[in-house]
């Protein structure tokens, strides 16, 4: 079965990213058409990429233990689902410099987006659509935006979080994963026909 690597994409103490990342793996991870598998960046934390060369030229010749547990669980998976705060109009350093270390390890799959700040992330998934393009991934129309009317009360939350406050966006992220699962199957299949 296709393997969804969602990527919890900030580090920082007090993160709202768990909140959001508990939530879609909840949603989803019952589906009958992929299994999800949660990497959280804080778990994988590398060096400022200073290699002299580009993963362009080196492939999958890791530098270090460090990025190779990296590279072989974005390699491992057939689609994306980035889960980004937005941080003055863009995605999160730590993001970048992960992906940075890897390149073909996002080839020909499919990513998707799960956004939140003041606009719901929509800066910063736009900036990730760009991005993937140069990683030949194919970025998805639909995107989930977490705005304020949500995000603040679910911030300000007591613990434990209850995640129903998310409610009014499942229809999204149904959307979402449903359109994933086609991309994510289209393009295993062409990847497994291809030389």
């Known amino acids: 079965m296709p393997q969804i690597l ?8 007090g993160r709202f990213s768990e909140k959001a990342a508990a939530w879609v793996v909840d949603q989803l991870k019952g589906r009958s058409d992929f299994t999800v598998d949660l990497l959280d960046l ?14 362009m030229y080196t492939l999958r010749d ?5 990025i190779a547990k990296f590279g072989r669980r ?28 890897t390149l073909v390890e996002w080839r020909r799959k499919p990513v998707a987006f799960v956004g939140w700040g003041n606009v719901g992330g929509a800066r910063a998934i736009e900036q990730l ?23 603040v009360p679910a911030i300000q939350a007591p613990e434990p979080f ?3 406050i998310f409610a009014p966006l499942e229809p999204k992220l149904k959307v979402l994963a449903d ?3 086609w991309w994510t199957k289209a393009l295993a299949d062409a990847r497994a026909t291809a030389d």
């Not at 994988?44 to 290699?51: A, E, V």
């Not at 890791?62 to 460090?66: G, R």
């Open 129 to 151: 659509r760009e991005v993937a393009v140069e990683f030949e991934m194919a970025p998805l129309r639909h995107a989930v935006h977490i705005l304020p009317d949500i995000l």
């Open 42 to 55: 804080r778990e994988h934390p590398l060096p400022f990429f200073d290699q002299p060369m580009s993963p």
């Open 6 to 13: 969602i990527i919890n994409s900030t580090t920082r103490e």
């Open 179 to 181: 359109d994933l699962a």
């Open 62 to 66: 890791y530098p270090s233990e460090k």
């Open 74 to 101: 974005v390699d491992a998976a057939d689609g994306f689902l980035i889960l980004t705060a937005e941080y003055n109009h863009g995605y999160t350093a730590v993001l970048k410099n992960a992906m940075d270390h």
């Open 162 to 164: 209850d995640d129903s």
